[in-house]
């Protein structure tokens, strides 16, 4: 689960609603202020449990780095909901959600992942071969190669277990982050963010995130830029995985230390940092 810190929102953050031929979606549409040049445009996707607000403490160092920034709620999480009137949670159809909103921004977007939603991320790139016209590049962070590690197995498995005959109310002292602290109103907000999920999207993250191929052949294969982030210590995806897979992949690739499962709450600055060096050095390598 996210841990968040804040909900500290940016002045220049604005919440949106993104119409677009698969639904509409909740986000925040970042845009950098009249000071700095825009120099490209970012998807942020967020992981199980997630949301926009997770990104919310890398906002501002991305915009001032010349970047439009859109975080989101994915369908069937929080401010999205069902985003359109017979919704689907299956990974293509999810996969299919960000092509949608890349299009609707007119990409190409720098795509980013951030550990169930980089199952997302690599599904879109992977559905579109990498259609340069929508992605200008995609990053991976805390994601890796297949399935999550046995320890996450373990809570997932329980969380399929009784999904159907619990209320996720009844649910929340089970999934909450006992040994985290967060401000009060950080905790109010993610126990109504846990409330506002879809219980079929959850189940279906949930049964994605225990039998997740290696895509990673298929991925390298594609000239897509990639880049991978892995904050430690992480007991989602195991960091060894995730750097081996940053290796196949011929992918740029940061390890921030001390930035655990979420490091762009932990360590927002080097996360932050880590992002816009690879995504303006390819832009830099693209006009030369």
Known sequence: MS??????????ARPVRLPTERGVFAAFDVVPDGQVPARATALLVPGFMGSKED??????????????????????????????????YSRDDLASDLVAIAKHVNGPVHLVGHSYGGILARAAVLTTQGDPSL?????????????VSSWQRERLQLLLSVIDSMTLADMWPFVRNKEASAPPGVEIFLE???????????????EQMLNEPDETPQLARLSIPKS?????????WVPEEVER?????????????????????????????ALLDFWLSHQKAAAA
């Open 3 to 12: 841990q968040l810190l804040t909900l500290e929102v940016p002045d220049n």
């Open 192 to 206: 109504q963010r846990w409330l506002r999920n879809n219980p079929m999207q959850l189940a279906a993250a949930a």
């Open 55 to 88: 990104f919310l403490p890398v906002l501002p160092s991305l915009s001032n780095g010349g970047v439009r920034v859109l975080a989101i709620d994915g369908r069937g999480q929080h401010e999205t909901g069902g985003a359109s009137s017979e919704p689907s």
């Open 245 to 273: 897979m940053a290796h196949d992949l011929g992918a740029s690739f940061a390890r921030i230390e001390g930035g655990g499962h979420s490091p762009n709450v932990h360590r927002p600055a080097e996360t932050a940092s």
């Open 228 to 236: 991978v982030i892995s904050g430690t210590p992480d007991e989602t």
């Open 135 to 147: 992605w200008a590049s995609v990053t991976f962070m805390n994601f890796g190669p297949s399935g």
